[in-house]
């Protein structure tokens, strides 16, 4: 089992619909939980970082963590052609500060918004 | 624009031969790291600077493979004996490490390697 995995794609989406990326990881010590953005040939941009259970919004995207069930998501309401992208969920263990804080992604979903 | 810059941006060069890239991370961040990344995959972290100290490194930084951040500054990975299969993007990422702060990291732009 791999330690992050990500809902395989790719998503399509069309415009003004909600897009829906899942991630699950595997390691129970884990505490820090991001989403990034990557276009093609760039490089990975923070979406949104969330460390406790429940919902996080921040503009038209809301992260939703469950650490019981060891799932993590990220809802983008509104998907626009501009969000079509690679998303990358991205797990930080950092149990007892032994792992410094590097980070395990998964795989990435690739998301086309379609006009 | 992060502000973590890398230097080249693009990279080709020819299988056995070395290269060297740099990192300048933002200038409080005291936290480095490097990962690589191949097509179609996510991010996979290569090793971990703090300050000046290399804390960790994957087991897939072969001997081939070595960084350094001389002063706690810039950073430096280079890969001697290049081999095809080590093209890819090559990604720094710094954070800060103040106590009670963000452990959020931020990407540099990378540099991508063709190994011809």
């Known amino acids: 089992q791999k330690e992050v995995e990500q809902n395989s794609g790719p998503l399509s989406v069309p415009e003004g619909a909600i897009a829906s990326l899942n991630c699950t990881y595997s390691?129970?010590?884990?505490?820090?939980f991001f989403w990034y953005r990557q276009y093609s040939g760039k490089s990975p941009e923070l979406i949104m970082s969330?460390?406790?259970?429940g919902d996080k919004e921040d503009g038209r995207f809301t992260a939703q963590l469950n650490k019981a069930s060891q799932y993590v998501s990220l809802l983008i309401r509104d998907s626009q052609p501009s969000d079509s992208a690679t998303y990358l969920c991205?797990?930080?263990?950092?149990?007892?500060?032994?792992?410094?804080?590097?980070?395990?992604f998964g795989q990435g979903t690739i998301l086309t918004v379609h006009p | 624009d992060t502000g973590v810059s890398q230097d080249p941006r693009h990279k080709i060069t020819k299988r056995g031969q070395n290269v060297t890239f740099r990192c300048d991370p933002i200038s409080e961040h005291n936290r480095l790291y490097w990962y690589r990344q191949t097509l179609g995959q996510g991010p996979e972290f290569l090793t971990y600077?703090?300050?000046?100290?290399?804390?960790?490194k994957s087991r897939l930084l072969s001997d081939r493979f070595s960084a350094e951040r001389p002063k706690g500054s810039f950073s430096t990975l280079e890969i001697q004996r290049t081999e095809q299969g080590d093209s890819a993007m090559y990604l720094c990422?710094?954070?800060?490490?103040?106590?009670?702060?963000?452990?959020?990291?931020?990407f540099g732009p990378g540099t991508r390697l063709t190994v011809l």
């Open positions: 969330i460390y406790s259970n």
């Open positions: 991205a797990v930080n263990v950092d149990a007892g500060g032994t792992s410094y804080g590097k980070l395990t």
């Open positions: 600077f703090q300050n000046e100290a290399q804390l960790e």
């Open positions: 990422a710094t954070r800060t490490g103040v106590r009670g702060s963000t452990d959020t990291q931020y």
């Open positions: 390691d129970r010590g884990s505490q820090s």
